[in-house]
């Protein structure tokens, strides 16, 4: 028995496709979240810079404060949050956007 095929649907008719407003509207709740949380991040940081300095300037070895573990993390911490999109994006997001691009050849 052969399987029938879907007739291609016209790009505005994807762009206008509740699953493609899904889409968007998933990745930007994705972006925001990630946006939102390395921005408390950053500037949580610049807080205690600004009102709390004694804490960063504590010593935690001959040379070493805790402000120079403190802004490594906030560093790893943005590559933890890129890793998180991009794992977000190869599984769920492009697996989504390539049955759209299907849909329309």
């Known amino acids: ?16 496709s509740p699953d493609f ?5 998933k990745r930007w709740s994705v972006s ?11 500037f949580g ?4 810079v600004a009102f709390n300095k004694q804490v960063l300037a504590t010593r935690i070895g001959e040379y070493t404060t805790l402000a120079i ?5 906030i560093i790893l911490f943005a590559w933890v949050l890129t890793g998180i ?8 997001y492009d697996t989504s956007v390539q049955n759209l691009k299907n849909r329309i050849s």
Request: glycine share 4%.
């Open 1 to 16: 028995m052969q399987e029938r095929k879907q007739p291609a649907q016209k790009p505005h008719e994807i762009l206008e």
């Open 21 to 25: 407003k899904k889409l968007v509207k």
């Open 32 to 42: 925001l979240i990630l946006t939102f949380t390395m921005l408390v991040v950053y």
């Open 45 to 48: 940081f610049l807080l205690l």
């Open 69 to 73: 573990p403190i802004g490594l993390g």
């Open 85 to 92: 999109y991009v794992f977000w994006a190869n599984s769920d």
